[in-house]
């Protein structure tokens, strides 16, 4: 039930806007309107990631308040907890899948948007991975509630796969958001 690591991805995305500023500030006024509408592009997908991020938050909140339910056995809020999370999660989702089709619609063709691309799959697969998790974490509580371990352990085993899936997608996004770091150096 960790998730940790994706609340700082809102944060590496900010930082990616600040340094993306600055990089504009860096151009003279001969450069070219590709360059410019690129870096536009970059902004204003970054500016619709910070908005879904706040969906991310609240499900990470929700997720984590069925947590805290599960250890003292209060399988209701478990549930409950738990539907609202996926909301959430749904929601966030639907957000990233959204920008990456407006990326995809600009029909840029540039290293920064292919990778923009790639971590915006990431974010899909790691959102999309929890709140499959939550549906798991439902049952489990479910079948806890009702005396029924067996299910609810296995359940509980289909989470934690879910969760397994979500970390590796972390650990991809993290990498890819290294390489576009990089790339952004590049074009100083």
């Known amino acids: 039930m960790k998730s940790k690591q994706k609340k700082i991805m809102p944060i590496l995305f900010r930082m990616s ?3 993306m500023l600055f990089f504009i500030l860096g151009f003279s006024l001969g450069d070219s309107s590709k360059e410019n509408t690129l870096l536009k592009t970059i902004l204003i997908s970054d500016a619709a990631l910070n908005k879904v991020s706040v969906d991310g938050l609240m499900a990470e ?3 984590a308040e069925s947590g805290f ?3 003292v056995g209060d399988y209701n809020s478990v549930e409950s907890n738990c539907r609202i999370a996926r909301e959430y999660y749904f929601k ?5 899948k959204r920008i990456k089709a407006e990326l995809k619609a600009t029909g840029i063709e540039d290293k920064l948007i292919i990778l923009y691309i790639e971590m915006l799959e990431d974010l899909i697969e790691l959102t999309d991975n929890m709140f499959e998790a939550c549906e798991h974490f439902e049952s489990a509580a479910r079948y806890y509630d009702i005396g029924n371990y067996d299910m609810g352990a296995g359940e509980i085993d289909m989470m934690n796969e879910k969760i397994r899936n979500h970390d590796k997608a972390v650990e991809r996004y993290n990498n890819l958001l290294a390489e576009y770091k990089v790339e952004l150096e590049l074009r100083k």
């Open 17 to 19: 806007v600040l340094v």
């Open 61 to 63: 909140q929700y997720y």
């Open 69 to 71: 339910a599960y250890e």
């Open 92 to 96: 966030e989702s639907q957000g990233y």
